[in-house]
């Protein structure tokens, strides 16, 4: 049986964004394996389980929170011991400012880093499912830092650490593009 991945929303509503990464990390390990919490909103019904508490009104159990300040790395062994893992929807500070400590501090949980990098969310939920199963997280690639064009002299920084495939960063599908088409940042 796979674990549950819960992400806690934290962002003040539900940008399109959320919804294309949100879509991404069901692609990745499924929609009955997916939680997403604190949020009231019914657009990811078709790709996701939600929940309107926050994960720390849910008291969960036998959880690993992904903390990039956490002093142990996640590796397939200790992942095995898991039946969820809890991330933090908390992009956004460069450098981070350890909001998961602020935000998810009192959830209940052993916590456990994913190396010393930020990454995107839907980047973490795809690496610990790799480590979940049976892959360390030295042998992954990755790329730290993507800058897309959007225009002929416009250009916007990511600057977290992305999983490559075939030497290519992997984004969330539709994210590139509507990044381009966005109004104003």
């Not at 929170?65 to 898991?82: G, R, V, Y």
């Not at 039946?83 to 460069?94: A, K, R, V, Y």
């Not at 959007?150 to 590139?176: D, H, S, V």
Request: hydrophobic share 35%; proline share 6%.
């Amino acid at each position: 049986m796979n674990p549950l991945f819960i992400i806690e929303h934290l962002e003040p509503k539900m940008w399109p964004w959320c919804i294309i990464e949100y879509k991404h990390m069901s692609k990745i390990v499924g929609k009955q394996n997916l939680l997403i919490t604190n949020t009231k909103s019914k657009l990811m019904t078709g790709f996701a389980k939600t929940e309107a508490k926050s994960i720390g009104q849910l008291n969960p159990k036998n959880a690993c929170i992904l903390d990039p300040a956490a002093t142990k790395t996640l590796t397939p062994t200790d992942a095995k011991q898991f039946d969820c893992f809890i991330f933090g929807g908390i992009l956004g500070d460069d450098p981070p400012q350890e909001r998961t400590k602020e935000e998810l501090g009192s959830v209940p949980g052993e916590r456990r880093n994913l190396g010393n990098k930020q990454m995107s969310t839907d980047t973490a939920i795809h690496v610990v499912w790799k480590i979940v199963h049976g892959m360390m997280l030295k042998e992954m690639q990755f790329q730290d830092t993507i800058t897309l064009k959007i225009g002929n002299q416009e250009e916007i920084i990511l600057p977290y650490r992305y999983l490559l495939k075939n030497n290519k960063p992997i984004l969330a599908p539709g994210l590139e593009m509507y990044l381009k088409k966005m109004k104003g940042f």
